[in-house]
């Protein structure tokens, strides 16, 4: 299965949810590659960082930021049970082939207006690629949300009847995703980010449970 993180807004979460969800999979006995298509390279910070950190490889991450994507992630995908693809910010070449790539699109959003969550291009360009591949399964993921505010309840119902619809799994906003970034490591390392990879832990199930075309998980 390749799993594409894609929002052209930057800062949602997509490097941070690919990781860490690239690090439960791995953890569930997964063979998992990630890939960095996002010119910046933040996962391969990441993946350096933890090596200087002297921390065991759990996962591959290699930087793929170009427009072949839809070509060399199926390939990729040969040798590995999941890919996960970090995406890049408003880049539409790059954007265009991460979504030719994916078997399932995720894209994070945090709780706002709805007009905010992903602009109309990028929905336009998710149509397009359904175009090619009917079977391309979308979902939206709350991330930095506190269930219990009324905007978090308000959007969730909103987007209940969207599509893409909303998944029920959601990520709170919690300062264990970016402390266990800045020593290369997932939440699910920290002592004191139990919640946070509960979380990761849940979207994970849901993920696997999805209707997901290609190749089951
Ligand atoms: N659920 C969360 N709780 C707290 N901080 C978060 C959360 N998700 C992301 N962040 C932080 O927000 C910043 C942007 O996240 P990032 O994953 O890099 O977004 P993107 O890849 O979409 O640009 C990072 O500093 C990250 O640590
Ligand atoms: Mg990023």
Redesign the pocket.
């Known amino acids: 299965m390749i799993v594409a993180l894609l929002?052209q807004?930057?800062?949602?979460?997509?490097?941070?949810?690919a990781l860490n969800l690239a690090g439960e999979l791995a953890g569930r006995g997964k063979r998992v590659t990630l890939i960095d298509a996002?010119p910046q390279g933040?996962a391969l910070d990441w993946s350096e960082q933890r090596s200087r950190c002297g921390l065991p490889r759990r996962f591959g991450v290699v930087g793929l930021a170009r427009d072949t994507l839809h070509r060399e992630a199926p390939e990729l995908a040969k040798s590995v049970d999941n890919i996960i693809i970090?995406g890049p910010?408003r880049v539409a070449g790059l954007m265009r082939s991460a979504l030719l790539a994916a078997d399932l699109v995720l894209i994070?959003v945090q709780p706002s207006p709805l007009d905010g969550w992903a602009s109309a291009e990028m929905l336009v360009l998710l149509g397009e690629a359904r175009i090619y591949r009917p079977e391309l399964v979308a979902r939206f993921v709350l991330?930095?949300c506190d269930a219990r505010t009324i905007l978090a309840r308000e959007t969730a119902e909103m987007l209940a009847e969207h599509d893409p619809p909303l998944l029920a799994a959601t990520?709170?906003?919690?300062?264990a995703?970016?402390a266990a970034?800045q020593t290369g490591r997932l939440v699910a390392e920290r002592d004191d980010a139990t919640l946070a990879a509960r979380e990761i832990a849940a979207l994970a199930d849901e993920l696997l449970r999805l209707p997901i075309g290609r190749s089951a998980p």
């Open positions: 929002n807004k930057g800062g949602v979460g997509k490097t941070t949810l996002d933040s970090d910010p994070p991330n930095r990520i709170g906003q919690r300062v995703f970016a970034a």
